[in-house]
């Protein structure tokens, strides 16, 4: 009888992988201590929050002192009584909207109340901390909350809370990306039908759960990933024993025991499952050799009471199997001395129930009745199994009294409890018979029909071979016509990959070709545009250099004044090509920003002064000051300049080249008798590069224009005046 296997199932899915991690302050796992090492002097304090200032640190202060009563470190005796007070307090303090933390303080007063073997309380808030993670769509809380839920209303036997529970979690599993969730998830599932004894759909759970953790491991060095997979293990290994599969319960325990290290607590739970499984599977040598690891590594076993006397008790429970009680007596003894001082209701009930059995078998039962009576109202509440054990021993204390009446009444109480578990067991089976004797049943009419068939075989053995060849024909057609069709669609395959192969070539040979007539339309312009502007600087150095006797003071100064005219014409030009040439390459986008019209313009006539003054021109801006457009600065002068420069080498002597604004458009007009609208126009739209003709100034503009979101042409006004518009109006007009 291993009285506390179900115990520890239901312990170990509390304040195991699924528990412990569900409240932040809860520390990482850390390095498995030394033999030697002991807890700190002091037990953790309650914070003094009149020295904290805001809110948000004062609730920070109080969740971490939970959570070091909640992990013990410190070997308190009444941690859970301080945990519970101390997270209702928190709740107290904590604001009516700030869900968040008052479900972490709920579930902090669960675990308390739940150790304290209050288990309504611990479902109470529980669910209130469920509810409040809700509120916030906090899944991983939801998680936690539902994960801690699910043993703990199994224990109150309340099964419509428990597949409540199971549901949530399910369609949180079925949905999410978050591998801790599925982990965790896949885990409380494998519980869950645990707990229903459907065993084969608990192992898949928690072989899925494992499977996850263990791809982490490969790639992660948090040793929390390393601690749930070790623990994950050991719970599958308790799913074996129950299943009384103790070889492989041994190999889930070895499978968890190569990052058990990485946390004394996984460390020492993983040694006391050891004991277990080989208590179990009747190697006591085994056993008694991880009992010693355990002892010797614990270090201070209160900080480790539920696995030293857990596995103390499996051990004891061995000799007692085998009538060996003198060898039981010091495992019983030792644990009782540590459940005494630990003050834990649980960890004191397997002693006593264990203490109990051993008693009456020694023949002193009335001790074995006390101490089996103390134990029988929290085994009536945990499990069917223990408080069957219980009566069990109870009749045999009786019966060794001489009392054959009570002992007569407990044995019949026994068997009814027996009985019961008997049923539970079957109902829980019976799907699997019911589709047994459906495939059985299955199994006889194929033989059936399988004679019938042979008979009629026989009978028609002609009209069988005729049958048989027309199969074959239509089966050879078939493969024929299949092998047809895989070579049909092997070579639409083929053709769709060269095509695609084509249209990817196709497209790099208009890249090129467009690359090229850039290239081609750069060289054309820089020919046309830099040939005047250079030409004239060379010919003012030629006159400077070959006659400086005909420059006077005056004269010298106004010659150097147009040779640096000339120059800054070059440099302006030199910069509208590299402009141009930046906005011919993909992935090149003006900055647009509002920009004042008139100012751009001012400073482009500025820069034509010198022509103005050989062609004895005016230019007139009557463009507003608050005439302004959210378009690029650099694109615009560009083309500005290339419409003055054009309007200036058109006009007519002695007249006046007026620019200026009309709604959305930005006007240049100058007086020009030969030059016509239509053929400017046509000029815009050309696209064929010709370095030796003109124009190539106007398709600068034109390209740069329809980067800016504009529209550029030519019309001709009354009185021969040719203006170019710039406009910005949408739809283009």
Request: aromatic letters at 8%; proline letters at 3%.
């Amino acid at each position: 009888m291993k009285v506390n296997r179900c115990m520890l199932l239901v312990l170990a899915s509390l304040n195991g992988i699924f528990f412990i991690p569900a409240v932040c302050a809860q520390p990482a796992p850390s390095a498995r201590p030394a033999a030697s090492a002991q807890p700190a002097a002091r037990s953790p304090q309650p914070p003094d929050l009149r020295k904290l200032r805001g809110y948000p640190d004062q609730i920070k202060a109080m969740l971490a002192y939970c959570g070091q009563l909640q992990a013990n470190t410190f070997g308190i005796a009444n941690n859970y009584v301080l945990l519970s007070a101390a997270a209702l307090d928190g709740l107290q303090r904590t604001k009516p909207d700030d869900a968040k933390n008052r479900s972490l303080f709920s579930i902090f007063a669960a675990v308390g109340y739940y150790y304290q073997l209050k288990f309504d309380s611990a479902q109470y808030y529980f669910y209130k901390g469920l509810h409040e993670a809700q509120i916030v769509h906090d899944t991983r809380q939801i998680v936690r909350a539902c994960v801690s839920l699910i043993p703990l209303n199994f224990q109150l036997q309340q099964n419509d809370k428990v597949d409540e529970c199971k549901n949530i979690l399910q369609s949180i599993v079925d949905t999410t990306h978050d591998l801790t969730n599925r982990e965790d998830g896949y885990s409380a599932l494998g519980t869950y039908y645990q707990q229903k004894s459907y065993y084969s759909t608990a192992q898949d759970y928690f072989i899925k759960g494992i499977e996850l953790r263990e791809k982490e491991l490969d790639t992660l060095s948090d040793p929390q990933k390393k601690f749930s997979f070790a623990i994950q293990n050991d719970m599958l290994s308790k799913l074996y024993l129950n299943t009384e599969m103790a070889d492989k319960s041994l190999d889930a325990l070895r499978r968890g025991a190569r990052y058990a290290d990485v946390s004394a607590i996984s460390n020492n739970r993983i040694l006391s499952s050891f004991v277990e499984a080989f208590t179990t599977s009747g190697h006591i040598d085994s056993a008694l050799f991880y009992n010693k690891q355990l002892d010797a590594g614990v270090g201070d076993p209160m900080q480790f009471s539920s696995e030293v006397i857990s596995s103390d008790l499996n051990i004891a429970i061995y000799y007692i199997d085998h009538k060996q009680y003198a060898l039981a007596l010091p495992y019983i003894q030792k644990s009782d001395t540590l459940a005494t001082r630990t003050q834990s209701p649980l960890m004191i009930f397997q002693v006593q129930m264990t203490r109990g059995r051993y008693l009456a078998e020694t023949g002193k039962y009335d001790q074995a009745i006390s101490n089996l009576n103390q134990a029988m109202p929290i085994a009536r509440q945990f499990s069917k199994e223990l408080y069957g054990n219980i009566l069990k021993s109870m009749a045999i204390a009786y019966k060794g009294k001489g009392n054959a009446g009570a002992a007569l009444r407990y044995y019949e109480q026994y068997v009814d409890v027996n009985d019961s578990l008997s049923k539970e067991k079957l109902s829980r089976t019976f799907a699997d018979l019911e589709t047994h004797y459906q495939t059985h049943e299955k199994e006889l009419r194929i033989a059936s029909l399988d004679k019938e068939n042979r008979v009629n075989v026989l009978e028609l053995e002609n009209a069988s071979r005729t049958r048989l060849l027309l199969i074959l024909g239509l089966a050879a057609l078939g493969i024929i016509s299949l092998l047809l069709y895989f070579i049909y669609r092997n070579k639409e395959k083929l053709n769709k990959a060269l095509n695609d192969r084509n249209d990817q070539l196709d497209k790099l040979n208009r890249d090129l070709a467009e690359a090229n007539e850039t290239k081609a339309r750069l060289f054309g312009i820089i020919s046309h545009d830099l040939r005047s502007p250079v030409g004239k600087i060379v010919r003012l150095l030629q006159i400077q250099n070959e006659r400086p006797d005909l420059l006077n003071d005056e004269a010298r100064k106004r010659h150097e004044d147009r040779l640096k005219r000339a120059s800054e014409n070059v440099l302006e030009t030199m910069e509208d090509l590299l402009l141009w040439s930046k906005s011919q390459m993909q992935h090149f986008t003006p900055e647009f920003r509002p920009v004042r019209i008139a100012d751009l313009v001012q400073k482009e006539i500025a820069l034509l002064q010198e022509q103005q003054e050989e062609g004895d021109l005016r230019i007139d801006c009557r463009v507003p000051d608050s005439f302004v457009q959210n378009t690029d600065e650099n694109f615009l002068a560009v083309i500005v300049r290339n419409l003055l420069q054009n309007a200036v080498k058109y006009s007519d002597a002695n007249r006046v080249i007026t620019i200026a604004s009309s709604g959305q458009k930005l006007t240049i007009s100058n007086p020009a008798s030969t030059t016509q609208a239509e053929f400017l126009n046509r000029r815009l739209d050309n696209t064929q590069v010709d370095s030796k003709g003109s124009g190539l100034g106007l398709q600068i503009a034109a390209d740069l224009a329809a980067r800016i979101h504009t529209r550029l042409f030519f019309r001709e006004e009354a009185g021969h005046e040719l203006t170019a518009v710039l406009s910005w109006e949408t739809p283009f007009l």
